[in-house]
């Protein structure tokens, strides 16, 4: 168990709707990042926040968002859902902010077990 | 083309094979080196990590990273059946925590 959680485990939902996927982050741990995880690309960096702040973008649509509450627990929004948008949703934490010469951070982020997103 | 190439397999060994398991990348900034292991329907768990080039070993795990050709190993030595999963590999370039994956290599290893 890697102290990250994330609900719900399943979602299934149809096309056009919205979603919002929640994660609690380990305890101490400031940063939290969110994946994609798809057959076909892999496992794919969408997001960090860093104790409520936006740090770095990656493949993130615009039809989604996140933000980072005060108590470090996160929400993933997925909107104007698409089939394509079917996959697994990871949330992972780490102690880091990154982003800063010298500081190595990268090998400290762990996973949840993730949300198994359905869209029909 | 992917920054970070990963050879799929399914791969299937005999228990007490070793196992090479490899990538590939193309950004000559990625200084960090990771590998995770991920098992059916669970998150992604963080095996190995070095940083720039050169070996590191724990108990049956070796990694090794060789950045002047681009290419990092992972050798799982006497395997066992609880072995078989996806084994990602993960990398990052300095002063960043962005993690680019490899799309993974299933590994399954029968008794």
């Known amino acids: 168990d890697s102290g990250v959680t994330q609900t719900p485990k399943h979602l299934i939902t149809a096309t056009g709707q919205r979603v919002t996927l929640r994660c609690s982050p380990r305890s101490g741990d400031l940063s939290v990042y969110w994946y994609q995880q798809s057959l076909d690309q892999g496992l794919q960096f969408l997001i960090q926040?860093?104790?409520?702040?936006?740090?770095a973008k990656g493949n993130i649509l615009e039809r989604f968002s996140a933000q980072q509450f005060p108590d470090l627990h996160s929400e993933l929004n997925l909107s104007s859902l698409e089939l394509g948008d079917s996959a697994l949703y990871f949330c992972?934490?780490?102690?880091?902010?990154?982003?800063?010469?010298?500081?190595?951070?990268?090998?400290?982020?762990?996973f949840g077990p993730g949300t198994r997103l359905l869209v029909l | 083309q992917k920054e970070v190439e990963q050879d799929p397999g399914p791969l299937s060994v005999p228990e007490g094979a070793i196992v090479s398991l490899n990538c590939t990348y193309s950004?000559?900034?990625?200084?960090?080196f990771m590998w995770y292991r991920q098992y059916s329907r669970k998150g992604p768990e963080l095996l190995m990590y070095?940083?720039?080039?050169g070996n590191k070993e724990d108990g049956r795990f070796t990694a090794q990273v060789d950045k002047s050709s681009k290419y990092i190993s992972l050798f799982i030595r006497d395997s066992q059946p609880s072995d078989s999963a996806t084994y990602l590999c993960a990398m990052s370039p300095y002063n960043t925590d962005k993690l680019i994956f490899g799309t993974g290599t299933r590994l399954q290893v029968f008794p």
């Open positions: 070095t940083y720039s080039s």
């Open positions: 992972a934490s780490s102690v880091a902010k990154g982003s800063q010469p010298g500081y190595v951070s990268a090998e400290t982020q762990y």
């Open positions: 926040y860093y104790n409520g702040e936006e740090r």
């Open positions: 950004n000559s900034a990625f200084q960090y």
